[in-house]
């Protein structure tokens, strides 16, 4: 099982960038499927905003799809989340996980990941 580290949030005027890290102990992380996942104030689920598997594909919710970019560095051990014309609503939490390799990959569904960080805040301001 992988071991996750996030890093990178902050507080950001709305349109603002932020690069959000989370990185990987173990030697098996290019063979799982990462996640970037948030919690917003006042909510008790965390949703997905993209994933990208272990082959590469990626999958983006539609409130990141044309802002946000997620990446892997897989000797790094470390996946990104590039976030631009940041709003408001983009306040939350911010988790990394993984899911462990499989047939299929489940990107959205958050008990197939068995790995999480201990979340980074993001604040946007108006």
């Known amino acids: 099982q992988v071991q996750l580290v996030e890093s990178g949030g902050g507080l950001v005027q709305a349109g603002g960038s932020l690069r959000l890290s989370c990185a990987a102990s173990?030697?098996?992380?290019?063979?799982?499927?990462m996640g970037w996942f948030r919690q917003a104030p006042g909510t008790e689920e965390r949703e997905l905003v993209v994933?990208?598997?272990?082959?590469?594909?990626?999958h983006y919710e539609a409130s990141a799809k044309g802002r946000f970019t997620i990446s892997r560095d897989n000797v790094k051990n470390t996946v990104y989340l590039q976030m631009n014309s940041l709003k408001p609503e983009d306040t939350a939490v911010y988790y990394c996980?993984?899911?462990?390799?499989?047939?299929?990959?489940?990107?959205?569904?958050?008990?197939?990941?068995?790995?999480w960080g201990q979340g980074t805040q993001v604040t946007v301001s108006s």
């Open positions: 996980a993984a899911q462990p390799p499989g047939r299929i990959w489940y990107p959205q569904d958050a008990k197939k990941y068995d790995a």
């Open positions: 173990g030697r098996t992380f290019s063979s799982y499927a």
């Open positions: 994933g990208i598997s272990w082959a590469g594909s990626t």
